[in-house]
């Protein structure tokens, strides 16, 4: 028979870290800090507000770019947070999550072998989605010494006439950093004189603890050369209904609304009712999830320096990622080890890049006391670690 | 009300037992600083007491609790407040509102069988010169208190690990 799969897709490794997946999810009294979701219910009155859509028999399509009143909400909302003003009707529109709208940006920026650059460690689907659009990888290593932030240095190191595309995954899922507007001057610069993209990814913009989120939309000449990605999935705590969005120059919107047009059809519809609800009432349930992420992160973060573990302080989302380096293990032996000694599973940071060699993601969308009862056991393990460390 | 004490009243309104280390380190702030302000609130009676919310359903015990409506003529010269020093004074008096609209007073009491709280009802509280009624509503299951639903368990469902 001849082979069916497609030779791109057949050399896109799997994730290495499928194995110690499974083992987690079979070890039932495992406590778990791996997940990348939150841990609040949906504001009740947005379920609410869905189930009567589906009462009115809301359940038909909505135009291919998004429910007009939902991405009028959406425009006023960007204006009045970010200061960047995006046209509903022309920059906007409604995608299956966030990541829908990673993958068809890049199917509709990318010629072959185009160049994209990917700063690590970060969210998994940058790199395979830029193959799969047949450009090019190019990763950019982010450091802890810089706080895991990216430099213009770092970006001219890496910049050549193919490259066409930056991502800017800030927030940072695994690591937390965030950028901010005196960062984002400096890489602007850069995008700017050497005539590239930014795709910029600010799914966890509504979480950061420090000044105001910027973004780099925002930032003069930058409109016109960036795909600003969000969703409701982190901040309202809406992951499993699938909605983000997407707002873009309208040469390179109207090209993606093509393949969404063709792929996907539109984004789910009640969730899009139930969006417009979350955006137009539930500031203060936002304001209230944040208020509790940041209480835990300081809370997990002096519970590092107390048991001598050492981590930079992280701004954004909600994940720490410690270093392990001194206890002379791999991120992997590290997590398998915890999770047989002491049934506390975190995810080996080498999950997002091989630059996150070294560290682990430790995620705090838990309760305060979940966290404590699997901070207790991390530090007897890292107690243990350093005794017997001591009597080699 | 100064801003630390509005971030302190904030937090342990949901959780007293938490201990003044981890209370400074959540909040960020100064830890002799939320001591402090701990102190000076209970001292001026802002915070009044650290309970504990308990569901007496699911412990087995049985507790008898009643919303009364009670529609009183006010004391000449101190108006409702005597009446409702009158009744919140008797220990079996869990607390005692003032309501607007069709009645004066909420008062909830709570017993251990529903002949007691009766028995208080019909003997001391609608004996009371000023109490022009009473109506008793008895309370059969509670499904939500002090903002913590009663009835249902959560679990987590999410997967154990995602990206």
Known sequence: ?392 | MHALQEKILGYIEKNSRIDLHELSVILGENEAAVMNALEEMENEHIICGYHTLINWDKAGIEKVTAMIEVRVTPQRGMGFDKVARHIYNYPEVHSVYLISGGFDFMVIIEGKTLKEVAEFVSSKLSTLESVLSTKTNFILKTYKDHGTIMTEAKSDERMKISL
């Open chain 1, 1 to 392: 028979m001849r082979d069916p799969i497609n030779h791109t897709i057949r050399d896109i490794k799997p994730s290495g870290i499928r194995k110690f997946f499974d083992i987690v999810n079979e070890m039932e009294d495992a406590i778990s800090l791996g997940v990348g979701e939150p841990d609040f219910d949906t504001p009740w009155r947005v379920r609410d507000e869905a189930i009567y859509s589906l009462e009115k028999g809301r359940t038909f399509y909505t135009s291919n770019a998004g429910l007009k009143e939902l991405k009028e909400a959406i425009s006023q909302y960007l204006y009045s947070k970010y200061d960047v003003l995006y046209d509903p009707n022309q920059e906007m529109m409604m995608t299956v999550g966030g990541s829908e709208a990673i993958d068809i940006a890049l199917r509709v920026m990318l010629d072959p072998l185009d160049e994209v650059l990917i700063p690590q460690p970060s969210y998994v689907s940058y790199g395979p989605c830029t193959t799969l659009a047949n450009g090019k990888p190019v990763y950019i290593d982010l450091k802890e010494e810089n706080d895991f932030r990216l430099t213009p240095e770092e970006i001219e190191e890496k910049i050549t006439n193919k490259t066409k595309i930056l991502i800017l995954p800030f927030p940072n899922n695994p690591t937390g950093a965030i950028m901010e507007k005196e960062d984002l001057i400096k890489v602007s610069e850069v995008v700017k004189k050497h005539d590239i993209f930014v795709l910029t990814d600010e799914i966890y913009s509504e979480l950061t603890y420090k000044d105001k989120h910027c973004t780099i939309a925002s930032l003069p000449g930058m409109k016109e050369r960036t795909i600003y990605i969000n969703g409701f999935s982190k901040a309202f705590a809406m992951t499993g209904w699938r909605l983000g969005y997407v707002c873009a120059p309208k040469e390179i919107l109207s090209e993606m609304l093509k393949i969404h047009q063709f792929a996907i059809m539109c984004a789910p519809t009640t969730s899009q009712y139930a969006a417009l609800e979350a955006i137009r009432e539930c500031e203060p349930d936002v304001e209230r999830m944040k208020e509790e992420y940041d209480g835990r992160r300081r809370y997990l973060l002096e519970r590092f320096k107390e048991m001598g573990l050492s981590c930079f302080e992280p701004f954004g989302a909600f994940y720490v990622f410690p270093c392990i380096k001194e206890f002379g293990m791999t991120s992997d032996e590290f997590a398998t080890k915890l999770l047989e000694s002491q049934k506390v599973a975190v995810v080996p940071g080498n999950a997002f890049g091989d630059c996150g060699e070294g560290y682990v993601r430790i995620s705090y969308a838990y309760s305060l006391e979940d966290l404590k009862k699997a901070l207790d056991r991390i530090e007897i393990f890292i107690k243990d670690l350093k005794s017997n460390n001591e009597t080699i």
